[in-house]
């Protein structure tokens, strides 16, 4: 009889026991279910609030990107913030591109640069720089040419910095009536370096060519509006992009190449085939690379250039790996140098840093 009742009393607890386990577990599978019903709903919001919050993301870029550029620098169409920050002072430095001359200093902080062959090809540069921030080393500073100066002029009252120059240039300079900081006769503007031979080592800097504006040139004045070139945003190529430029002034010696990068949108400067650093060893890039095709004549024993810089002639215009054929188009010494395509529209250019290889007849381009 006790053993009856203790298999009895057994079979009881078993089957209390099986119970509460059938309990528990309906109960875990019901707050599983719970749980997942919980974030398949937090999932299906989250993915929905993403979705919304990136395309409103998109739509402000897109807008801040198409209306929010009511002002553009005059030099390089960069957006600003007010109307009289359209405006800058600027300043030209001439820097040579001699073999000697290279790593330049300060190359890669121009806002436009002007290349162009002087003798044997050699090519020199008139690098402008807008002068509100600091630059601690520019140069070398080379001489002067003529056809420099009517690429200055189309900045207004820029002072224009230089070591001597060519007889026709000095005289022009004069004549002109340009913003003159020549090291000859005020060489406490331009100091002499020692990591180069002369005539390879002069230089200046913001600091300096500041005290050539304080003492000896009053108030500049700006460019006026009308001198801008025109802007626009530019779609980066597709397809059919032109990755390669390649200008060729003296072969071997001078070549200068421009590589497009996709990811960057900009264009990194070759020499020689070489990337084109400064002495800091930041490599040169610019937003836009304008190939101006012009003739030049040999005008003396010294292999010194005479060059067509007023009239007009051909104009290659690279920007976001887009290729335009064009015109470009002076009118007379202080118009600004403009850029149409062949029906006759003017050419919108891409903000930012603006390059123009001038390239003679007997030079040399090739794309691809």
């Known amino acids: 009889m006790t053993k009856k009742k203790t298999i009895k009393k057994k079979k009881g607890k078993n089957k209390g026991k099986m119970e509460k386990d059938v309990l528990v577990m309906y109960m875990f599978a019901g707050i599983i279910a719970v749980i997942a019903i919980i974030l398949l709903g937090w999932y299906a919001t989250r993915g929905n609030t993403t979705h919304d919050v990136t395309a409103e993301f998109i739509g402000e870029?897109?807008?801040?990107?198409?209306?929010?550029?009511?002002?553009?620098?005059?030099?390089?169409g960069v957006c600003v913030e007010k109307e009289a920050d359209q405006y800058q002072e600027l300043v030209?430095?001439?820097?040579?591109?001699?073999?000697?001359a290279r790593p330049q200093a300060g190359l890669a902080e121009a806002r436009v640069v002007y290349e162009a062959p002087v003798e044997a090809n050699f090519t020199r540069f008139l690098a402008l720089f807008d002068n509100t921030g600091s630059i601690e080393k520019v140069g070398p500073v080379r001489s002067a040419r003529p056809y420099f100066l009517d690429w200055i002029e189309e900045y207004g009252k820029t002072p224009y910095l230089h070591v001597g120059g060519s007889p026709d240039a000095l005289d022009k300079i004069n004549a002109y009536g340009i913003f003159d900081v020549n090291e000859f006769f005020q060489g406490n503007y331009f100091y002499r370096g020692r990591?180069?031979?002369?005539?390879?080592?002069?230089?200046?800097?913001?600091?300096?060519?500041?005290?050539?504006?304080?003492?000896?040139?009053?108030?500049l004045t700006h460019a006026p509006n009308e001198s801008s070139w025109k802007y626009e945003e530019q779609e980066p190529c597709e397809k059919e992009c032109i990755k390669d430029i390649t200008a060729t002034f003296l072969s071997h010696s001078f070549v200068t190449g421009w590589e497009y990068e996709e990811k960057t949108k900009v264009y990194k400067r070759y020499q020689n085939r070489n990337p084109h650093q400064d002495q800091r060893g930041k490599i040169i890039t610019a937003n836009t690379v304008i190939v101006q095709h012009v003739k030049t004549?040999?005008?003396?024993?010294?292999?010194?250039l005479q060059m067509q810089t007023i009239g007009?002639?051909?104009?290659?215009?690279?920007?976001?790996?887009?290729?335009?054929?064009?015109?470009?188009?002076?009118?007379?010494?202080?118009?600004?140098?403009?850029?149409?395509?062949?029906e006759g529209d003017e050419i919108a250019l891409t903000a930012g840093t603006i390059w123009i290889e001038v390239l003679p007849q007997d030079g040399m381009l090739e794309v691809e």
Request: glycine fraction near 8%; include cysteine; proline fraction near 1%.
């Open 195 to 219: 990591d180069r031979v002369a005539p390879h080592n002069v230089y200046t800097s913001s600091k300096l060519w500041n005290g050539a504006i304080a003492k000896i040139g009053g108030v």
């Open 312 to 342: 007009e002639g051909a104009v290659d215009i690279f920007q976001k790996g887009h290729h335009t054929k064009g015109i470009w188009k002076k009118k007379s010494r202080k118009d600004k140098t403009r850029w149409f395509t062949t």
């Open 61 to 76: 870029q897109e807008e801040i990107e198409k209306d929010d550029c009511d002002f553009r620098r005059v030099i390089d």
């Open 297 to 304: 004549n040999v005008i003396d024993n010294v292999g010194r």
């Open 92 to 100: 030209g430095v001439m820097i040579e591109n001699h073999s000697q």
